[in-house]
């Protein structure tokens, strides 16, 4: 009887493991599939532009163009991991404003405030790219002078890295700012937003309920992101 009940206890924690690593698998499987969906559109605009460029004969401005989207692209797919530093990703983000900056008049400026000793921690990829697009098109482009700024700053809290993106938009409409992460404007909005939730998703499913991102948002003045994710070093 006894070796029976041993027995049994031994099978039932083997399922338990088995329905944890099911689990597991399942969460990088949805983890993957949202991350493939994040903005094809910043490719044929980016596109377009240097035909543009080509076109009109500036051909120094092609040859850059090309040099940023190229290593644009290359920390997006290099080893085709889902997770990076933080210090790559900054470095993504930062080729990413270049980008737009000669799409939109070097009108962004961008500052990132973020210490050396975070740089090694981990960070899903594409994690800022949304939240950044969605301060320039939604935000900064909307303005009359269609100029403005944008920054990243960054710290650790209770073995959470906190980071905080603000610009100085136009701002988000109080009834609007409640449906971002939720998807209620994916219809409505167009892509920067369906990342934003995309975003959150990702996070939430990858490290749980608590972390991921909130906004903040006064109309006329700015907007401004807090994004959550766990301290962990990067192997």
Not at 1 to 25: S, V, W
Not at 85 to 105: A, D, G, K, P
């Given at each position: 009887?006894?070796?029976?009940?041993?027995?049994?206890?031994?099978?039932?924690?083997?399922?338990?493991?088995?329905?944890?690593?099911?689990?597991?698998?399942l969460r990088n499987s949805e983890f993957k599939a949202l991350q493939v969906q994040i903005n094809p559109h910043f490719l044929y605009n980016t596109l377009d532009m240097i035909s543009w460029m080509s076109k009109s004969g500036k051909n120094e401005n092609?040859?850059?163009?090309?040099?940023?989207?190229?290593?644009?692209?290359?920390?997006?797919?290099s080893r085709k991991e889902t997770?990076?530093?933080?210090?790559?990703?900054?470095?993504?983000?930062?080729?990413?404003?270049?980008?737009?900056?000669?799409?939109?008049?070097?009108?962004?400026?961008f500052i990132i405030d973020v210490p050396d000793s975070l740089m090694e921690y981990e960070i899903p990829k594409l994690t800022f790219q949304p939240i950044v697009e969605n301060s320039i098109l939604h935000g900064i482009l909307e303005k009359d002078s269609k100029e403005g700024n944008i920054v990243i700053t960054a710290w650790i809290e209770d073995n959470t890295i906190i980071f905080f993106i603000s610009d100085d938009g136009i701002g988000i409409?109080?009834?609007i700012v409640e449906k971002i992460l939720t998807g209620e404007l994916k219809r409505k909005q167009g892509n920067s937003n369906i990342g934003i939730n995309n975003t959150h998703q990702r996070l939430q499913l990858l490290y749980g309920q608590e972390f991921g991102l909130s906004y903040t948002s006064t109309l006329g003045s700015g907007t401004e992101v807090e994004l959550r994710i766990p301290a962990r070093k990067s192997i």
């Open positions: 009887m006894i070796e029976t009940y041993n027995y049994m206890c031994e099978q039932i924690n083997l399922l338990l493991d088995k329905q944890e690593e099911d689990a597991k698998n092609v040859t850059a163009a090309v040099w940023i989207l190229s290593k644009f692209y290359k920390l997006t797919l997770i990076g530093t933080i210090e790559q990703e900054l470095e993504h983000i930062s080729l990413y404003v270049q980008i737009q900056n000669m799409r939109f008049s070097n009108k962004i400026y409409e109080p009834g």
